[in-house]
């Protein structure tokens, strides 16, 4: 949150010195006065000067930004807790857990490689779908870190793993710290490859353009990168499963829908169930992709 700021004061420092540099050197010229030939003196003082408006804008700014990130930080601490774990509860299951439901759903067209690589080719052709990722899925994606992180900071970890709400508490919060490496590893080798540099692109067999889902993924499930591709995508399904499905349950509690002891068993039910069937859906998804397709000239224009 604070680079743009940072950036912007910089830019905006540089400028004010900037004018009054100018502004310094035109006065030396009106007062006939060589810019180029100054006595040691004149040099030394107003070296001296410089060095002391810089450093008293350099003092204003830090001053400014301490001030700013303290006033952020007060109105952080002055929202109560059950705003964060509601909002949270709402990025989680709705926009997250929407995406997740509907990316399970596309990628398991993966069945069939060549129906995968020409929905994708729909979808991405689709105007409004910068924005739908965007509004629909980062930006929830980044208030829902940045909560789970000031949640992370505020609560504390019971060890007493003899209960079981206890031990779903850690394993909420360390399927969450796998789930953000493992999504990472995802946008940067997969979403975003294409921006990868040259070498690397050519070293992994990356295909040029983004429409060749299947292709793309489908490299991280051949040797020599497939250990590496199994362990990854599975623990990410997993955690994936794990974490959305207990997040249902904890939404639950958030939101007041399971107030009596009775309620809570049936919703934890649910949630096994759930974690259950996202499981084996992700895990038959990495054996759609794992499987070997040769594309021909007709289906992969690649070579075109």
Do not use: C
Request: glycine fraction near 4%; charge should be positive; charged fraction near 20%.
């Amino acid at each position: 949150m604070l680079i743009p700021l940072i950036l912007g004061a910089g830019t905006l420092t540089g400028f004010i010195l900037y004018k009054k540099l100018k502004k310094h050197k035109e006065n030396k010229i009106k007062a006939n006065l060589d810019p180029n030939i100054v006595s040691t003196e004149s040099l030394y003082n107003n070296e001296s000067n410089y060095i002391q408006k810089v450093d008293s804008i350099l003092t204003n700014f830090v001053n400014t930004v301490k001030n700013t990130t303290s006033k952020i930080t007060d109105f952080i601490d002055s929202i109560p807790y059950v705003v964060f774990k509601r909002i949270h509860s709402i990025t989680g299951i709705i926009f997250i857990g929407g995406f997740v439901i509907f990316h399970y759903i596309n990628n398991s067209l993966a069945k069939d490689p060549k129906k995968l690589n020409e929905f994708s080719e729909k979808i991405h052709k689709f105007p409004l779908l910068p924005l739908i990722e965007i509004f629909g899925i980062y930006l929830p994606l980044t208030l829902h870190i940045i909560i789970g992180l000031i949640l992370l900071k505020t609560s504390k970890i019971n060890y007493n793993l003899k209960y079981e709400t206890n031990y779903r508490f850690i394993l909420q919060r360390l399927t969450a710290y796998i789930i953000l490496f493992t999504l990472l590893f995802h946008l940067i080798t997969i979403r975003f490859n294409e921006y990868l540099p040259d070498f690397i692109k050519k070293s992994l067999n990356i295909p040029p353009k983004r429409d060749y889902t299947f292709q793309k993924v489908n490299i991280w499930f051949k040797n020599p990168l497939k250990p590496i591709g199994l362990i990854i995508y599975k623990l990410f399904t997993l955690s994936i499963a794990y974490h959305l499905s207990n997040g249902l349950w904890t939404s639950a509690i958030t939101w007041g829908l399971a107030k009596t002891y009775e309620k809570q068993k049936k919703l934890r039910d649910l949630s096994n169930f759930v974690f259950l069937f996202l499981s084996l859906w992700g895990l038959l998804i990495i054996h759609f992709y794992s499987q070997n397709y040769n594309f021909n000239h007709k289906d992969n224009k690649q070579e075109d």
